[in-house]
């Protein structure tokens, strides 16, 4: 990918072709250099079975093409046409036993065959159609998956699919503990689909199957369309961030990057928050990424749809470029006058006019164009990953044990401490290899294995700093529990195990130098040194329930050339803060600039060794930064030095005078 892409997402079967011309007029005008079409246009691409009609499709990419703009296709297979939902077995069940209505989206059953034999030939038919059409870039495949269905196909399937899964039905009960509750089964066919709470191996091996349809299904798209495409074209899903009903690095691996959705709904965009989102979908693929739609000042789905405040979203597009997106695609250009979205923030209003938006658009596209040579082809460098794993996620959701203890929450609480120190980073699967980084971290791991113990053991060994935490090395892969006390087979490289694990009803004393007025809160584990010589003792729990009383609350210890720390309880934000600059020292790890509270610096490595510096203030007040070395501002073309003003919502563009 070598452009730095602005776009939008443009639906011409909404207007009469007379319109098109003015439409085309328009985006060129406000810098549009993409578009990205037809991924819910399949009633107008086949309005009855069998018959397609793409010639206003050709027509549109050809317009937008003469006026310099590629075009990205989407598969139209997230709203099918009504003639189809009709047939049977298309819809899918909901839990409760009722069919989806049509007239929505995604509606569709991921594993009917009657719905994958008419996806596979509207894909053939765009495939053969556009697929060698040198205006057309990439492809987006479906658009946000998303539906669970619960029919009889998909229980069918997913025995079978656990027939893949375990060499004997024997083996199954076994994993699963069924003997518990008398659930043994004898036959696969007695095997349910989970609604509700159930046992907890069938329900990971649910999640799992999930997973593994979307990517049939998917493939399905990818094979019809692969083999029409030059080499330079693309395939991507446009995903939804933390989204979690399917595991998205088993979804991406037949991808060739990822993409996402970035909606911030009612209020305002925290770079803390989105930070991490945007970094999970670079790690999805270890690849920079696509914002395949991002919110042009408001959305209509929320309580309160409030816009975005001037400026900030161009601190925002910055922002996700920062973080790896090779492009941004505002949803969409043009209000469509009926249909569900009416009131959704779009370039052009009603009239077909630009709204006041469409200004600041235009100079974001503007500021691409300008930087698209320094930016494209660079790459983020960490030296810090955090480790991301479905399963622990969701073998955590299903029995959170404290309500309020959330997964998600519980990493990003982590993300924070670090990103408002200004370090790149990186999140990654659990499962990826480890070489190059100086610091891990590994939020409630709580499956584990020995390929993970290894791969973490040798990642310590040779210098790593690992930060473990609560909920680690509780579960096997099947979600049962391990014949080990935590953190099972990392014990050993802690020092330390989990003697028990206390839900708290409220926040709890930490007692200690390190954390004088520290709290724990949600969580907390009693740690017993396993009587290395060296293992350090950060802080203990106060006085609270009488076992944690006085017991190790968060240990550190030196591991062959390395260290790992055991977390064992939720830290109060100040004490992660805390706890974390530690570790940082012990890594001799610093961010890239210090900066005040709201004000971001990331950085991208050109192929050419230099590096871009990315500034952003994200308050709406104003801010100083001081320089630690005179820069290139590529957005002003000025010399920087020294204490920087920032106006609200400001972004400097850096590189390091030389
Ligand atoms: C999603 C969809 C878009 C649109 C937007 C509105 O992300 O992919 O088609 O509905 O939401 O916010």
Redesign the pocket.
């Known amino acids: 990918m070598q452009k730095l892409h602005f776009g939008v997402a443009y639906y011409p079967e909404h207007w009469p072709q007379e319109r098109w011309a003015e439409d085309i007029r328009l985006m060129k005008e406000a810098g549009v250099t993409v578009v990205r079409m037809a991924e819910f246009a399949w009633s107008t691409m086949e309005p009855a079975e069998g018959q397609f009609h793409l010639e206003w499709l050709e027509k549109a990419i050809e317009m937008l093409a003469e006026a310099g703009i590629v075009s990205v296709l989407g598969t139209p297979t997230a709203a099918l046409p009504a003639w189809l939902a009709h047939k049977p077995g298309v819809l899918a069940i909901e839990e409760n036993g009722q069919t989806v209505q049509f007239g929505n989206r995604c509606h569709y059953c991921v594993n009917s065959p009657q719905f994958q034999q008419a996806s596979r030939r509207i894909v053939q038919a765009m495939a053969a159609r556009f697929g060698n059409s040198p205006h057309v870039i990439g492809w987006q495949i479906d658009?946000?998956y998303q539906r669970i269905c619960y029919c009889p196909t998909c229980r069918a399937e997913f025995q079978n699919f656990l027939q893949t899964e375990y060499p004997s039905l024997d083996e199954l009960n076994l994993h699963w503990a069924t003997a518990y509750w008398s659930q043994a089964y004898s036959d696969w066919s007695q095997i349910p689909l989970p609604i509700g709470p159930h046992n907890p191996g069938l329900m990971l091996a649910f999640k799992r199957f999930i997973s593994r349809s979307y990517q049939n299904f998917q493939k399905t798209q990818v094979d019809e369309l692969r083999p029409h495409l030059p080499p330079s074209a693309w395939l991507t899903h446009?995903f939804m961030g933390w989204f979690g009903a399917f595991d998205h690095y088993t979804l991406t691996r037949d991808l060739d990057f990822a993409s996402w959705?970035w909606?911030i709904g009612t209020g305002h965009h925290d770079h803390l928050i989105s930070g991490a989102s945007h970094d999970l979908t670079r790690g999805f693929k270890r690849k920079n990424f696509w914002l395949m739609?991002t919110?042009p000042g408001n959305?209509n789905?929320t309580k309160t749809n409030n816009a975005l405040n001037k400026l900030e979203a161009r601190a925002m597009a910055w922002h996700a470029v920062a973080h790896g997106a090779d492009a941004l695609l505002y949803?969409q250009w043009r209000s469509a006058l009926g249909g569900q979205?009416q009131y959704?923030g779009t370039l052009l209003d009603q009239a077909g006019r630009p709204r006041p938006f469409l200004g600041e658009a235009r100079l974001i596209a503007r500021e691409f164009a300008q930087l698209t040579d320094l930016i494209s082809g660079s790459t983020i460098q960490s030296k810090v990953a955090l480790l991301n794993c479905y399963d622990s996620r969701w073998s955590i959701e299903f029995q959170r044990h404290n309500n309020d203890f959330d997964y998600v929450a519980y990493f990003q609480h982590w993300y924070r401490a670090l990103a408002e120190r200004n370090l790149d980073l990186d999140i990654l699967s659990a499962d990826e290899p480890l070489t190059g980084y100086k610091l891990v971290i590994a939020p409630a791991l709580i499956m584990l294995d020995e390929a993970r113990v290894e791969k973490l053991r040798e990642f310590v060994r040779h210098g790593g700093r690992l930060v473990l935490t609560l909920r680690t090395g509780l579960k096997d892969r099947h979600n049962a529990l391990l014949t080990a006390r935590q953190p099972a087979g990392l014990a050993e490289l802690a020092g330390v195990e989990v003697e028990d694990y206390y839900a708290l009803e409220h926040p709890i004393p930490l007692a200690g130098n390190l954390f004088p007025q520290g709290t724990a809160g949600l969580w907390a584990e009693r740690l017993r040194l396993l009587g290395e010589k060296y293992t350090a003792t950060l802080a203990h729990y106060g006085v609270s329930n009488g076992w944690l009383d006085a017991q190790p609350a968060v240990t550190v210890n030196p591991y062959q050339s390395g260290f790992v720390y055991m977390v064992g309880a939720w830290l109060d934000e100040a004490s992660q803060k805390t706890l974390v600059n530690q570790i940082l020292i012990n890594a001799s790890l610093s961010g890239l600039m210090k900066t005040p509270p709201g004000v971001e610096v990331r950085s991208r490595l050109r192929p050419d060794g230099e590096k871009i510096y990315f500034v952003i203030n994200h308050t709406p007040t104003p801010q100083v930064v001081a320089l630690p070395w005179p820069a290139h501002d590529h957005l002003s073309g000025q010399k920087v030095a020294g204490e920087v003003e920032f106006t609200p919502y400001a972004v400097a563009i850096l590189t390091r005078e030389k």
């Open positions: 658009n946000e446009n959705d909606y739609e919110q959305v789905w949803w979205e959704h």
